[in-house]
């Protein structure tokens, strides 16, 4: 089956009083108030927090469940002198949840012991040596990141111990409730906190935020010198950039940009990245290479960077984590290949969900996998690996809008365990249990899923003229970043007719400008559609789909039309 494309576009109807409103109110362009619209953004409480955010649009941090109980732990263990063994967890969010805890507890005083689990040799979550050795240094408390609200039976164990125990997490809850005494978490049932999204290291910051302010310190100085974290571990975990979770990560680039920290200049030096930090860098160019150290050696490497303050250590190991990560590509690339061929020889992609399997894959790296695939075929997906040692299978799984991959886990939960959240999700089951669970998730997802969720259907906020989209426009675009999960980069789509065209230098492109019925766009590349169109001529009927963008090069600024969809139409009759 070739590459899912879209082959059609939609667009809300427009609401021009509701957007004239906005216009009026917050002096906006009106197609940025189009889109604002369009995305259900018209109360002006809504629209001051999305397009202007600051630290006090926050919601209450102490109607998070259990904050209270946890601040008083925190400052227990301060107070007492006792040691804190912080667990965190191997991915982005999971790292920087672990450093941010770290960094925060030695700066009020605490003793502090931190630690992220290997991939391969501890698994995901809290395994039981970690409560050992936290048992062993003779820890007072133990914290977790990330992690830790489906690990009953350690967390139990750590508090029979005699340790106290607080769980911060935001992921959801499988059914009992860890036994702790304290047990953070916005997904919890009972939670007031009015946003359930928000990433593990934005628990973590909200709470040591709740410490800061019990011990009468300026909580603008705490914010300042952690949300850069804050920020990197909520984009890192394709977080939703709604409510709070948007705030964290608009300010938290901005703290990124005037980072003196020497783990993120050391990131960027080894990365060759140059300009603005923006949330594409930090998932494409931060999140990948902290990541990739989890992913195929050791998060304790990723870790230790996003600790150290030394200049000498944090080059050593930006170094290392960038070799590691050209390794991680390359293994990737491979994996994605044979997956590719898989799929092609056996039909897995006329399915609803996709299920490949392969032992001799790395399992660091079926996640990113997944994510590729799920990209393709427009499909959810599932990338398997053979565990030698545990004798079973493990893998992750990525997911469109339509199925929500931790409920699937679940509701299979005799022949597989696992979880974490509706798009992205891991797994296990027994090694003889690989085609039974295969042919469960297809029936399910076949249940589930309709051909019309299948269809990939190019979404634009809103249609517009060319004349719409004037520099003042392209300059108020930045009003709408960070962008991301449920924050996308705005689409706009025009109707129109083939201004002027050329060729490209392959025979598959064009290069045109389209002309509506207002104006005209500037040259832009249609990809693929001399390939399939073949020769085209000035005034013919095209429909596009774009995102527009500002580019600068040399000193220049560009405002660009990005096509992702370039339809040609059929003549009027």
Request: net charge negative.
């Given at each position: 089956m070739p590459e899912v494309r879209p082959t059609r576009w939609t667009a809300p109807p427009r609401s021009p009083s509701t957007e004239a409103k906005l216009v009026s109110q917050f002096g906006v362009h009106p197609i940025i108030a189009a889109i604002l619209v369009a995305r259900g953004i018209t109360e002006p409480g809504e629209v001051d927090r999305y397009l202007y955010p600051t630290y006090e649009h926050l919601s209450d941090a102490h109607l998070l469940p259990d904050f209270d109980k946890a601040v008083a732990e925190i400052l227990a263990a301060k107070e007492s002198g006792g040691l804190v063994y912080v667990h965190g967890d191997y991915d982005v969010d999971g790292v920087t949840s672990a450093a941010l805890l770290d960094r925060f507890l030695r700066k009020i005083g605490c003793k502090v012991y931190t630690h992220v689990p290997?991939?391969?040799?501890?698994?995901y979550g809290i395994h039981g040596s970690a409560v050992e050795a936290a048992i062993k240094m003779g820890a007072t408390l133990f914290m977790t990141c990330d992690c830790g609200s489906n690990a009953l039976s350690q967390i139990e164990a750590a508090a029979e111990a005699g340790m106290r125990v607080v769980v911060t997490d935001h992921h959801l809850i499988g059914g009992d409730w860890p036994k702790a005494h304290a047990f953070v978490n916005p997904k919890r049932?009972?939670?007031?906190?009015?946003?359930?999204?928000?990433?593990?290291?934005?628990v973590v910051f909200r709470l040591c935020e709740g410490v800061t302010e019990a011990l009468g310190m300026p909580v603008e100085n705490y914010r300042k010198h952690h949300v850069e974290f804050a920020a990197l571990g909520t984009i890192a975990d394709v977080m939703p950039l709604t409510g709070d979770n948007r705030i964290i990560a608009r300010m938290g680039l901005q703290a990124l940009n005037a980072s003196t920290k020497k783990c993120i200049q050391a990131l960027l030096r080894h990365s060759r990245e140059a300009g603005?930090?923006?949330?594409?860098?930090?998932?494409?160019?931060?999140a990948p290479r902290l990541n990739a150290?989890?992913?195929?050696?050791?998060?304790?490497?990723?870790?230790?960077?996003?600790?150290?303050?030394?200049?000498?250590?944090?080059?050593?190991?930006?170094?290392?984590?960038?070799?590691?990560?050209?390794n991680r590509k390359a293994e990737q690339d491979r994996i994605f290949a044979e997956a590719l061929e898989m799929i092609e020889t056996q039909g897995l992609g006329e399915k609803a969900i996709i299920v490949v399997a392969n032992a001799g894959w790395h399992l660091g790296v079926v996640g990113v996998v997944a994510g590729k695939l799920r990209e393709r075929y427009n499909r959810p997906a599932f990338v398997l690996s053979f565990h030698e040692e545990d004798q079973v299978w493990k893998g992750s799984g990525r997911s469109i809008d339509a199925f929500h991959l931790a409920d699937a886990i679940q509701a299979h939960g005799d022949l597989m365990s696992g979880g974490g959240h509706a798009k992205a999700a891991g797994c296990h089951f027994d090694k003889d249990n690989l085609e039974a669970v295969q042919k469960a998730l297809e029936a399910y997802a076949g249940s589930k899923l309709s051909a019309e969720d299948l269809e990939l259907v190019c979404s634009a906020d809103v249609e517009v003229e060319a004349d719409d989209l004037d520099g003042v426009f392209f300059q108020e675009l930045a009003l709408l970043e960070p962008c991301g999960m449920g924050n996308p980069k705005p689409r706009l789509a025009a109707r129109g007719t083939i201004g002027d065209l050329k060729p490209t230098k392959t025979?598959?492109?064009?290069?045109?400008?389209v002309k509506t019925a207002r104006g005209s766009s500037g040259w832009f590349t249609a990809f693929g559609l001399r390939k399939t169109h073949g020769d085209l001529a000035p005034g013919t009927p095209v429909e596009v789909v774009f995102k527009p963008e500002v580019e600068e090069y040399k000193g220049t600024i560009y405002h660009k039309w990005k096509p992702e969809l370039v339809l040609v139409m059929p003549e009027p009759t």
């Open positions: 290997h991939r391969f040799k501890e698994g049932p009972d939670s007031q906190y009015p946003y359930a999204d928000l990433s593990g290291v934005g603005p930090i923006t949330a594409k860098t930090v998932g494409f160019v931060l150290a989890g992913r195929i050696e050791d998060a304790e490497l990723s870790l230790r960077l996003l600790m150290t303050s030394d200049d000498a250590v944090a080059d050593k190991l930006a170094e290392e984590i960038e070799v590691i990560n050209r025979d598959e492109h064009w290069q045109l400008r």
